[in-house]
């Protein structure tokens, strides 16, 4: 079984540019989620999606943060622009079902903003 | 109410000894407590989970003790090898009809010397 996909690995870019990260999450998976991990910290959960729709994003800074999840499936992460402090490994993951349970990782993408 | 709280930050122990990683939580709702295992550059793996109607749940050399009354959990690691050194996650959710939200601990790095 594949895992969850994420693309880029490494970006960094320069302080009010914008950046966009991919997630292919498990095939079949109904819940798609977007946590933010800032080094030495636990991972903080930005945006969940389950199918199509948004389910929580009361943690998203809505006023530079973007999310979507095309047809159920793959989901984009945008940050435009970007600040300092959102300098962090985002991850996505993904669920099977729509009420909790085991979560499945992807291996994170790694944003410095300079 | 959402915070989970983890102790200690880091941790060495000797090849063979036991490894303690302690948890609270204060959100009597919560009922899935979930630990996480994380290596360098990769995403968080589930390691082990309970939920709170048991008090232990062993698998192999990894135990979860909960204590409702006290709001704690903790987990074990027995007979600790050097191939357990990794950052180790707590989390808490609500599942049961909710999204699942996962709450994390701040996370304790873990070093077993050979």
């Known amino acids: 079984e594949a895992g969850v996909a994420q693309s880029p690995r490494y970006k960094i870019i320069e302080k009010r540019q914008s950046v966009a990260f991919w997630c292919n999450p498990i095939s079949g998976h109904a819940t798609l989620y977007w946590y933010q991990q800032i080094l030495g910290q636990g991972p903080k959960l930005l945006i969940q999606f389950q199918n199509n729709g948004v389910v929580d994003d009361s943690q998203l800074p809505k006023d530079r943060f973007s999310a979507e999840r095309l047809k159920g499936v793959d989901s984009t992460l945008k940050i435009q622009p970007a600040k300092l402090e959102d300098s962090a490994v985002y991850l996505c993951a993904s669920s099977l079902g729509t009420s909790g349970g085991r979560q499945y990782f992807g291996a994170g993408t790694r944003l410095s903003v300079l | ?114």
């Open chain 2, 1 to 114: 109410q959402q915070q989970v709280k983890q102790s200690p930050q880091s941790l060495i122990v000797q090849k063979g000894g036991i490894s303690i990683i302690n948890c609270a939580y204060e959100n009597t709702a919560f009922d899935y407590f979930p630990w996480y295992q994380q290596f360098p550059g990769k995403g968080p793996a589930l390691l082990i989970a309970i939920r709170p109607d048991v008090s232990e749940k062993k698998e192999g050399r990894f135990t979860i003790s909960f204590n409702k009354s006290a709001k704690q959990f903790s987990l074990h690691i027995m007979d600790s090898q050097p191939g357990d050194s990794a950052t180790y996650f707590c989390a808490a959710s609500r599942g049961s009809g909710n999204t699942g939200k996962l709450i994390f601990g701040q996370g304790t790095t873990l070093q077993v010397k050979p």
